[in-house]
Structure formats: structure tokens, C-alpha cells
């Protein structure tokens, strides 16, 4: 090539150089002016006033070249609305390739990382959103407009972003159903749209259509009718919360298919009904699962025995009928074990329950179980929390209940429970609330109770009321924050201090415990009163 023909190429080279250069000045100029024209930067600021240092506002991030490539502002305080903000004036809007969302995405559906497109206003007070702009802003991959003002129904527009891989527009006022457009929504992988309150209607069969979804939440809502079975579709579902609406019907068996999900929560929805089928032994990559309030009847299924990844089950306040199957004790991972208010249920607490060793919570409260309490409850030394109140269980508390070095909260409230109270149980550290109120205890009140008062967590609330304890109430409980010993055997005198911190409702029925009303402050009726010293009235 000759010098004339070199001479021309550079010439061609650098004239489409400064092209490129005045089209990034432009792009830049645009951009900064869009920014400065949202108000966002506050208007009187010396940042907001000086357009040219806009990659330096508090928020934005730019490339090299000085064009946007993040509007991230949670949390900011921004009051005003969105209809005025020109989304299109960012053709650079990226996010960077190693986020935390790509690498969630790149290895289900792809190989190469993302630029993912992303806005963020989460957390303001915004109330509304242009259409034309937001439809036209076809590079948004992410969009947060979660924790606004948002109200009136889900813009249609947004099923344009085609390239949309999470939405979040949960805690608003959004009103309506889910238009039908956001189902065109092929490339979502997260969907939230949680509490909103006014969002609901029947759940369109489209929804099967969003096939990369791994996350969908329509919790507290409105949503009612039947779960579509579409839902079904779903294969790389991984959590899937529908809990807190109105839904009906019995859960689709072709949710059971969902074989990667770790989530499902369909708690509170109570005209969910029918008999709980086996296939839900299908899930075996369940970690958390919740059917709690709804209308669930017949047996619980065996089968839940093989999700060996459970942490935690909440079958709670349904109609299930029969016995504990003993399948359940193979759940080793258990954290949560959740079966209260199934008053149809009946049989006793196994032995097996030792096989929980990660039990942190049980409530196996308001069932119908009987037989005495198993002496195996005390092998389970990471218990937190403790419930068996309003079952038929006898016999005493074992006195190994001691080894619950962790526990916080006993109940085992009306049962028929009878013997002493373990003085262990007054040893414990943590413990803050004990109920062991309308069984058939005798004997002293431990002198341990209030013991642990250097402790931050010592004993709060003590429930012995409907008993029948003898003995002196002691000094000690003063150091505690509520005491109900009503209804009792107990005798003697009983000191003022204990009337005046907790009142003398907390003592009555118990007809030879005596206390001097006038030093005590107290003023009985004269139905109390009996000679110079009264007793505390008994009960019927």
C-alpha cells in the first residue's frame, strides 16, 4: 500500500474515532441530563448542579467511558413518582457480570454470564410509573420496585421487558389481577410480587408458561380459586410461596412433580382441603415445608418420612385425623416440627421421637394424644422450644428433663399430668416461660424457680395455676416477672411483696394461704374477708 492509500485509511480510521467519540459525548450528555432532570440528587446540591460529575452522584455507576451502567438507589428516601424518568436515555445500563443474580442464573440456563440490565429503587415512598418509558426500556434485565407506594393494577407494559429476568414488586398497593402479559415473560427466573394486599383473582393456567422461574412468591394477597396445575410446568421451581391467600381445592398432584423445589408454603389459606396425597414424598429436595391453616384432613401421609432434607414441617391447626406415623422420626434433619391444633388426631407420642437429635421446636399441643410423655424428649438436648399443652398425657415429667440445657419455652398446660415438679426444671438457664398450669401436680413449689435471676435469661412467667401443689409459696419468685399459682393447696403465710408485684388474682383458691389485706394494700371484698387474717378466696 502506498503513502497516499496509508494516509487515507488513517484518515478514515480517526474520522469514525471522533464519530464514536462525539456519539459517546452525546450519549453521556443525555444521560447526565435525565438524571439531573429526575430531581433525585436534590436540585440545590452542588453534586446535582455539576452535570459533567454525574458518574460520581451517589448511586451511579459508569464504565470507562464514562456512560451509566448502574442506577442503584434503595433505601434513598426519593418521594416522587417515576413518570418523568426517561429509562430510554440509558442504552448502557448493564450490571456487572459477576453479581450475585448471574451466578445464580448463568449456570441453569447458560454457560456465559449475563450483562444484566439493572434498576433499583427499592424501599422509597415512589407511587407511579410511566408506561410508554418503562415498556420501552427493553434492556432491563433486573427491576426492584419493591418496599414503594405503587398502587392501582400491575402495568401491562412490563410484560415488554422480554429481556427480564427478576421482578420485584412486592410490599405495595398494587390492586387487580396479574395481567396477562407478564406470562409472555419467558426468561424470569425470580417473580415476587408479595404483599400487596389487593392483588388477586383467580391464578391464570399461563402461568406454566414462565419455565425458568426458580423463585415465585404471591404471598399475602388475594389470590383465590384453585392452584393451577400448570405450576406443575415449573421444573426448575425451587421456592414456590402461595401462603396467606384464599386459595380452594385440594393441592394439584401435579405440583409433585416439582422434584427441585426446597419450598413450599401454602400456609393460612383455609378452604384448602382433602386428603394430603403421597406423591408429596416426590419432593425430595424439600427443605421447608408449611400446610398450616387450611382444612387438610384424613391421615398424614408416610411418605413425608422420605424427605430426608426437611428442616422444618408445619402441618399445624388442620383436620388431620389417625397417629404420629413413625416415619416422621427418620426426618434427622428436623429443626421445626409443627403438628398443633389437629384435634382428630389420637395414639401417643413415640418412643422414636430420640431419633430427632436436631429438634430445636415441637408442638405437638391441642391433638387428642395420650400415654405418658415419653422419657426420650430428653435425649433431644437442642430443644429451644416445647409445647405439648391440651393433649390427655399422664404421669409424671420426667426428671431427666433437666438435660434440655437450651430450652426457653415449656407448655404442657392442661394434660393430666401428675407427681412432683422436677426441681431439674428450676435449673434450667435459658428458660423463660414455663406453663404447667391445669394438671394434677402435688407437692412443693421447687425453691429453684427465681434462682437464675444473674442470668439476662432466668425464668419470666411461671404457670402453676389449677394444681394441686402444697406447701409454702416461695420468696424466690419474687425475682421473677409473672406468677400464676391460683387454684392450689398452697398454705401459710403468703408475703405482701408477692400480692403487690403480682396481685391477689394470682393466688386465690387456695383456701389456707393467708396474707394481711390491709399491710398488703390490697382491698378484698367482703366474700374474701374471713376473720382478722383473710384468706384468699377459694375458687369453684
Same mark, same amino acid.
Given at each position: ?20 467519540? !462525539? ?8 444521560? !447526565? ?5 429526575? =430531581? ?49 436515555? /440509558? ?9 450475585? %443474580? ?14 444484566? !440490565? ?28 419493591? +418496599? ?71 404471598? +399475602?394477597?388475594? /389470590? ?26 385440594? %393441592? ?113 399441643? @391441642?391433638?387428642?394424644?395420650? @400415654? ?33 440445657? +437450651? ?79 391460683? +387454684? ?14 403480682? @396481685? ?17 394494700? !390490697? ?6 374477708? =374471713? ?10
Amino acid at each position: 500500500m502506498d503513502v497516499g492509500c496509508s494516509g487515507v485509511v488513517l484518515l478514515m480510521i480517526l474520522a469514525v474515532a471522533i464519530a464514536g467519540a !462525539a456519539k459517546e459525548s452525546a450519549v453521556n450528555l443525555l444521560e !447526565a441530563e435525565a438524571l439531573h432532570k429526575s =430531581g433525585w440528587w436534590g436540585d440545590g446540591s452542588t453534586t446535582a448542579t455539576n452535570i459533567s460529575a454525574h458518574c460520581h452522584w451517589s448511586g451511579i455507576i459508569c464504565n470507562n467511558a464514562g456512560s451509566v451502567t448502574e442506577i442503584l438507589l434503595p433505601n434513598c428516601g426519593i418521594q416522587d413518582d417515576l413518570a418523568n424518568f426517561s429509562f430510554s436515555s /440509558f442504552p448502557n445500563l448493564v450490571h456487572s457480570p459477576n453479581s450475585p %443474580i448471574s451466578i445464580w442464573v448463568s449456570p441453569v440456563f447458560s454457560s456465559k454470564p449475563y450483562q444484566l !440490565a439493572q434498576l433499583d429503587v427499592s424501599w422509597n415512598s415512589i407511587d407511579s410509573l410511566n408506561p410508554l418509558e418503562i415498556g420501552n426500556s427493553t434492556n432491563l434485565v433486573t427491576l426492584d420496585l419493591s +418496599y414503594n407506594s405503587f398502587g392501582g393494577p400491575i402495568l401491562p407494559t412490563l410484560g415488554q421487558l422480554s429481556n427480564l429476568r427478576s421482578l420485584d414488586l412486592s410490599n405495595n398497593l398494587f390492586s387487580g389481577t396479574i395481567p396477562s402479559a407478564l406470562f409472555n415473560l419467558t426468561n424470569l427466573s425470580w417473580l415476587h410480587i408479595q404483599c400487596n394486599p389487593k392483588i388477586g383473582g383467580f391464578l391464570s393456567e399461563e402461568i406454566g408458561n414462565l419455565k425458568r422461574l426458580l423463585e415465585l412468591d404471591l404471598s +399475602y394477597g388475594a /389470590f383465590s380459586g384453585s392452584i393451577p396445575p400448570s405450576l406443575g410446568q415449573l421444573s426448575n421451581l425451587r421456592s414456590l410461596d402461595l401462603s396467606t391467600n384464599h386459595f380452594s381445592g385440594t %393441592i394439584p398432584s401435579a405440583l409433585f412433580n416439582l422434584t427441585n423445589l426446597f419450598r413450599l408454603n401454602i400456609h393460612w389459606n383455609p378452604a384448602m382441603r382433602g386428603f394430603l396425597s403421597e406423591e408429596i414424598g416426590n419432593l425430595k429436595s424439600l427443605v421447608e415445608l408449611d400446610l398450616s391453616y387450611g382444612a387438610f384432613s384424613g391421615s398424614i401421609p408416610p411418605s413425608l418420612g422420605q424427605l430426608s432434607n426437611l428442616r422444618s414441617l408445619d402441618l399445624s391447626t388442620n383436620h388431620f385425623s389417625g397417629t404420629i406415623p413413625s416415619a416422621l422420626f427418620n426426618l434427622t434433619n428436623l429443626f421445626r416440627l409443627d403438628i398443633h391444633s389437629n384435634p382428630a388426631m389420637r395414639g401417643f407420642l413415640s418412643e422414636e421421637i430420640r431419633n430427632l437429635k436436631s429438634l430445636g421446636e415441637l408442638d405437638f399441643s @391441642g391433638l387428642n394424644l395420650s @400415654g405418658a410423655l415419653p422419657s426420650a424428649l430428653c435425649d433431644l438436648t437442642k430443644l429451644v422450644s416445647l409445647s405439648g399443652a391440651e393433649n390427655q398425657i399422664y404421669g409424671s415429667i420426667p426428671s431427666d428433663i433437666g438435660n434440655l440445657k +437450651y430450652l426457653e419455652y415449656l407448655h404442657l398446660g392442661s394434660n393430666q399430668l401428675t407427681g412432683q415438679i422436677p426441681p431439674t426444671l428450676g435449673n434450667l438457664p435459658f428458660l423463660q416461660i414455663l406453663d404447667l398450669s391445669s394438671n394434677q401436680l402435688t407437692g412443693p413449689i421447687p425453691t429453684q424457680f427465681g434462682d437464675n435471676i444473674k442470668s439476662k435469661w432466668h425464668l419470666s412467667t411461671l404457670d402453676l395455676s389449677h394444681n394441686i401443689l402444697s406447701g409454702t409459696v416461695p420468696w424466690s419468685l419474687l425475682q421473677l416477672g409473672d406468677v400464676d399459682l391460683s +387454684y392450689n393447696a398452697l398454705e401459710g403465710e403468703l408475703p405482701c411483696k408477692l400480692v403487690i408485684q403480682f @396481685g391477689s388474682d394470682r393466688f386465690v383458691g387456695n383456701p389456707h394461704l393467708r396474707h394481711d389485706s390491709t399491710l398488703c394494700g !390490697a382491698s378484698p371484698s367482703p366474700s374474701v374477708m =374471713g376473720n382478722h387474717t383473710p384468706s384468699i378466696e377459694s375458687g369453684s
